[in-house]
């Protein structure tokens, strides 16, 4: 069920703090941590605590967490002195998505060329 922890996902593991992350921020409904496959100097990713599938499920049922992960991703820019930075929401296998808890990827850095490749 949307919002409710799931016992085989990766990102609830690590808000349950049975799994290790380098966590950078924390709020009432969110976390973020260092991504363990750096693509840029600063790569985190900022989760909801509660389980969503992917970002459209996220942004359907529950919009303002939606925006409580984007709001976040605004302050790990400003905590890293990001004068330009990219926010990625992967949704789907196709795009890129491997773990099924919505989340989004805060990079930044270096320059980021578009289209990504």
């Not at 949307?2 to 966590?23: N, R, Y």
């Not at 984007?70 to 196709?94: H, P």
């Amino acid at each position: 069920m949307a919002g409710e922890p799931q016992d085989d996902c990766l990102f609830c593991k690590i808000v349950a703090g049975h799994v290790p992350a380098t966590i950078v921020r924390e709020t009432d409904t969110t976390v973020a941590f260092r991504d363990i496959n750096p693509q840029a100097p600063t790569h985190v990713l900022v989760i909801p605590k509660a389980h969503y599938r992917d970002a459209a499920t996220l942004a359907a049922g529950a919009p303002e967490l939606a925006a409580d992960v984007l709001r976040e991703t605004q302050a790990i820019a400003d905590e890293d002195k990001l004068d330009s930075y990219r926010v990625v929401f992967n949704t789907g296998s196709g795009a890129g998505q491997t773990v099924w808890h919505a989340h989004a990827h805060v990079l930044g850095g270096r320059g980021l060329q578009w289209p990504p490749g």
